[in-house]
T-cell receptor, first 114, second 116 residues
Framework: AQKVTQAQTEISVVEKEDVTLDCVYE???????LFWYKQPPSGELVFLIR??????QNEISGRYSWNFQKSTSSFNFTITASQVVDSAVYFC???????????FGQGTTLQVKP | DAGVIQSPRHEVTEMGQEVTLRCKPI?????LFWYRQTMMRGLELLIY????????DSGMPEDRFSAKMPNASFSTLKIQPSEPRDSAVYFC???FGTGGLNTEAFFGQGTRLTVV
């Protein structure tokens, strides 16, 4: 069975603080993909990053960074020097290469205050 | 490509009426997903298709819900009869997944359904 858990329902920070969004997943597949999506107040779902199960390299893109650890089944997302525009709901997702099923965590609402 | 296109963007209907949501996936994508988003349940996977064939509909809440994909460029999600608890935002997404090379899913703008 597949499952994605985002234990943090809501996080509130002040601008310029660093913030980490947690994601823990469960799967029996050996090949799978992990994703992060952003849903701003306008409602659309925006793809941020994809990671496959064989690539544990961390990735940095500007103020965003991702830490994938297979040993703990976690794929955490850090925003450095947060900005008000980062306020959104962030979703972690798991895609099975065996079945093609794509499921999402419950999402974490991030509020960045000026 | 214009992306995943959903229609209508907003739908208000009376309880008991039939509702049909439509989706046009990105050309060439072989996976299509239907999700429902509510405050209580988050983003739930309802059903997904691979090459127009339904693969898993275990997320469809009741027999009132049905989905079809008659061809590679069109899918519908139907609710008959609709109930107030069906009020939610319904998203359609598509991705390319042939040969295990899964790509990210691209989402439509969603349909906000209100059943009164």
């Amino acid at each position: 069975a597949q499952k994605v858990t985002q234990a943090q329902t809501e996080i509130s920070v002040v601008e310029k603080e660093d913030v980490t969004l947690d994601c823990v997943y469960e799967t029996r597949d050996t090949t799978y993909y992990l994703f992060w999506y952003k849903q701003p107040p306008s409602g659309e779902l925006v793809f941020l990053i994809r990671r496959n199960s064989f690539d544990e390299q961390n990735e940095i893109s500007g103020r965003y960074s991702w830490n994938f650890q297979k040993s703990t089944s976690s794929f955490n997302f850090t925003i450095t020097a947060s900005q008000v525009v980062d306020s959104a709901v962030y979703f972690c997702a798991l895609h099975s290469s065996n079945t093609g099923k794509l499921i999402f965590g419950q999402g974490t609402t991030l509020q960045v205050k000026p | 490509d214009a992306g995943v296109i959903q229609s209508p963007r907003h739908e208000v209907t009376e309880m008991g009426q039939e509702v049909t949501l439509r989706c046009k996936p990105i050309s060439g994508h072989d996976y299509l997903f239907w999700y429902r988003q509510t405050m209580m349940r988050g983003l739930e996977l309802l059903i997904y298709f691979n090459n127009n064939v339904p693969i898993d509909d275990s997320g469809m809440p009741e027999d009132r819900f049905s989905a079809k994909m008659p061809n590679a460029s069109f899918s519908t999600l139907k609710i008959q009869p609709s109930e107030p608890r069906d009020s939610a935002v319904y998203f359609c997404a598509s991705s390319f997944g042939t040969g295990g090379l899964n790509t990210e899913a691209f989402f439509g703008q969603g349909t906000r359904l209100t059943v009164v």
